[in-house]
């Protein structure tokens, strides 16, 4: 009982709140979406920079929240349509395809992140005028390299 009124008092301390994180950790689920978000972007930009697929894959799976995989997706696809080089194109078609064929992203957080961005692509189109094209085609290389069914392919917009 006294380890327990002890373990609360620290941790309703603002300040000390932080250090007991980093000392006791809050891996997983306990992460802020927020924070969560940031890591991906991160995690993603410096994939573009060293092409290391298997140090992106590693990263991904020390977050500990496979339930949050749609949110690599979403964002990836969301890089290949503001993109305006065929290298970040086919960089992050491998990203995901070796994501998919070592199973770290799931069928169902694939889909959820395709299902994420098909919703978004009007307001995306906004900013980036030629994304309904480069989604298509993008869509359609995935289909072709396995990573999504032909269902979660036809549904994707078009112009």
């Known amino acids: 009982r006294a380890a327990l009124d002890r373990a609360t008092v620290l941790l309703s301390m603002t300040k000390g709140g932080k250090r007991i994180d980093n000392v006791w950790g809050s891996g997983g689920g306990q ?5 969560l978000v940031k890591e991906i972007d991160m995690l993603l930009k410096e994939y573009l920079l060293s092409g290391d697929v298997l140090e992106a894959e590693r990263c991904l799976q020390e977050l500990e929240v496979p339930h949050f995989h749609h949110e690599l997706v979403y ?12 290298k970040t194109f086919k960089m992050i078609l491998d990203l995901l395809k070796s994501l998919w064929r070592s199973s770290v992203i799931t069928v169902d957080q694939m889909k959820r992140g395709y299902e994420r961005v098909y919703c978004e692509i009007p307001d995306i189109n906004l900013d980036v005028p030629h994304s309904y094209s480069v989604l298509e085609r993008f869509v359609e290389e995935c289909f072709q390299a396995g990573i999504i069914s032909k269902p979660l392919r036809d549904l994707c917009p078009s112009r």
Request: proline share 0%.
């Open 75 to 86: 964002e990836a696809i969301v890089i290949v349509l503001e993109s305006t080089g065929e």
């Open 31 to 35: 992460q802020s979406v927020k924070h």
